[in-house]
C-alpha cells in the first residue's frame, strides 16, 4: 500500500529554519515526481516544491524560490524539505503527495498542478511566528 508519513514541522521565529521529511513506502521514490504541498487556513492547498521522478531534478513556487530546497535520498526512500528564512507567510499545514501517474510534470506553479497528486500523507504544521 502506498503511505507517505511527513514529519518535522514546528513552531519558530521568522528567519529561522526547519527540515520536512516524507518517508514513503509501498513505491521507490526515484520512479515518482513527488511534490510538497501546503495549505493555510481558509486557503486552498498549493504547490511548494517537487522533485522529477528521471534525474531528481526540483521545481519551486516563486514564493520559496531562494529559500526552501528539496533533496531525496534513496537509499531511506525519503523526500525531504529544507526551510530555510521562514516568514509568517509560510504557515501552513504541509502535505508530501505522490501521483496516479508516476511521471507526472514537475512545476509547483502551474494551475491544477495540486490535482496530478492521489496520494497525501497525513500533514505537518508549521507556524512561523514574527
Known amino acids: 500500500e502506498v503511505q507517505l508519513v511527513e514529519s518535522g514541522g514546528g513552531l519558530v521565529q521568522a528567519g529561522q529554519s526547519l527540515r520536512l521529511s516524507c518517508v514513503v513506502s509501498g513505491f521507490t521514490r526515484d520512479d515518482y515526481t513527488i511534490g510538497w504541498f501546503r495549505q493555510a487556513p481558509g486557503k486552498e492547498r498549493e504547490g511548494v516544491s517537487c522533485?522529477?521522478?528521471?534525474?531528481?531534478?526540483?521545481d519551486y513556487a516563486d514564493s520559496v524560490k531562494g529559500r526552501f530546497t528539496i533533496s531525496s535520498d534513496s537509499a531511506k526512500n525519503t523526500v525531504y524539505l529544507q526551510m530555510n528564512n521562514l516568514t509568517p507567510a509560510d504557515t501552513a499545514v504541509y502535505y508530501c503527495a505522490a501521483p496516479a501517474t508516476r511521471a507526472v510534470r514537475c512545476a509547483s506553479n502551474a494551475p491544477g498542478f495540486t490535482l496530478l497528486y492521489h496520494y497525501w500523507g497525513q500533514g505537518t504544521q508549521v507556524t512561523v511566528s514574527s
Open positions: 522533485i522529477r521522478s528521471n534525474d531528481g531534478m526540483p
